[in-house]
């Protein structure tokens, strides 16, 4: 009877932690299928009376929030890619190569993590400009690059150390060239650091707003954040609009983590375990 009572609490807290994590965004979606009187009424429903789907295909045409949806996709899926590929290389040789300068690159590393965006803006601004890189896509990325890459070389490094060399040196007695071997073995086994890296360069293109703010001026080339501010005025706020975008926006996201899961959980628990 004791354990029962214990594990009916702990039960119950999960049920109310869950509960009060996700009805954020229970009400997201319901008020994006809510009219406009229910939306501005002084008693809040819990589920609208007439629900009504209109407001995903207007936003997605007049509000412009497709285009954006896949300006925003380009650039998260471009700092993706090229943050794999450079943290993935640069985490591997500063693992297998013990040089003794290796200690201040990695310290010279996370120092650029020391610097808050607003201090940065004006000088990436500048550099854009003059690169004539400014209203493009490869100002965002190549700037979500400068703050995505170091932390992904961090987390990377810890994957790799983490596999023992004499599987490597085993692929190399097979025939296998350095490179092979890291390709070939590393990186699979790696997989796990692969996923959170990959997940946190996604959400760093995805989500930023001010540099997007800054670097871009076309409707065309505008990202959701961008566009998301567009519903909010001085006077009034479209609610309906700005709900059912929030819901467009975060899709991609839930998809990303689905696709991950597997590989983000191995990698959570062989963090407990090394811990």
Same mark, same amino acid.
């Given at each position: 009877?004791?354990?029962?009572?214990?594990?009916?609490?702990?039960?119950?807290?999960?049920?109310?932690?869950?509960?009060?994590?996700?009805?954020?965004?229970?009400?997201?979606?319901?008020?994006?299928?809510?009219?406009?009187?229910?939306?501005?009424?002084?008693?809040?429903?819990?589920?609208?009376?007439?629900?009504?789907?209109?407001?995903?295909?207007?936003?997605?045409?007049?509000?412009?929030?497709?285009?954006?949806?896949?300006?925003?996709?380009?650039?998260?899926?471009?700092?993706?890619?090229?943050?794999?590929?450079?943290?993935?290389?640069?985490?591997?040789?500063?693992? !297998?190569?013990?040089?003794?300068?290796?200690?201040?690159?990695?310290?010279?590393?996370?120092?650029?993590?020391?610097?808050?965006?607003?201090?940065?803006?004006?000088?990436?601004?500048?550099?854009?400009?003059?690169?004539?890189?400014?209203?493009?896509?490869?100002?965002?990325?190549?700037?979500?690059?400068?703050?995505?890459?170091?932390?992904?070389?961090?987390?990377?490094?810890?994957?790799?150390?983490?596999?023992?060399?004499?599987?490597?040196?085993?692929?190399?007695?097979?025939?296998?060239?350095?490179?092979?071997?890291?390709?070939?073995?590393?990186?699979?086994?790696?997989?796990?650091?692969?996923?959170?890296?990959?997940?946190?360069?996604?959400?760093?293109?995805?989500?930023?707003?001010?540099?997007?703010?800054?670097?871009?001026?076309?409707?065309?080339?505008?990202?959701?954040?961008?566009?998301?501010?567009?519903?909010?005025?001085?006077?009034?706020?479209?609610?309906?609009?700005?709900?059912?975008?929030?819901?467009?926006?975060?899709?991609?996201?839930?998809?990303?983590?689905?696709?991950?899961?597997?590989?983000?959980?191995?990698? !959570?628990?062989?963090?407990?375990?090394?811990?």
């Amino acid at each position: 009877m004791r354990w029962l009572l214990k594990r009916g609490w702990m039960y119950a807290a999960m049920v109310a932690v869950s509960a009060f994590a996700l009805f954020p965004v229970y009400w997201v979606v319901i008020t994006s299928l809510k009219p406009r009187s229910e939306i501005y009424t002084r008693t809040p429903d819990l589920w609208p009376s007439d629900p009504q789907w209109d407001q995903y295909p207007r936003v997605l045409g007049e509000g412009h929030v497709g285009r954006a949806l896949l300006n925003s996709l380009i650039v998260a899926s471009g700092t993706m890619v090229i943050c794999l590929l450079v943290s993935a290389g640069a985490a591997y040789v500063l693992a !297998r190569y013990r040089v003794r300068i290796t200690r201040i690159l990695l310290i010279l590393v996370l120092m650029t993590q020391m610097f808050p965006l607003v201090v940065l803006v004006i000088p990436l601004f500048v550099t854009m400009r003059k690169a004539g890189l400014l209203g493009t896509y490869w100002s965002l990325i190549i700037t979500y690059l400068a703050f995505s890459v170091p932390l992904a070389i961090w987390v990377m490094r810890g994957f790799v150390l983490s596999i023992p060399e004499e599987l490597e040196h085993a692929a190399r007695i097979d025939g296998a060239t350095r490179i092979g071997a890291m390709w070939r073995v590393v990186l699979p086994l790696a997989a796990p650091g692969l996923a959170v890296t990959a997940v946190l360069s996604f959400l760093e293109g995805w989500k930023e707003f001010l540099l997007a703010l800054t670097f871009i001026n076309d409707e065309d080339r505008k990202t959701v954040p961008l566009v998301l501010q567009s519903f909010v005025g001085r006077g009034d706020t479209d609610w309906g609009a700005v709900m059912a975008t929030s819901v467009l926006y975060t899709l991609p996201v839930a998809i990303v983590f689905v696709l991950a899961r597997k590989h983000l959980m191995t990698a !959570r628990t062989a963090g407990a375990v090394k811990g």
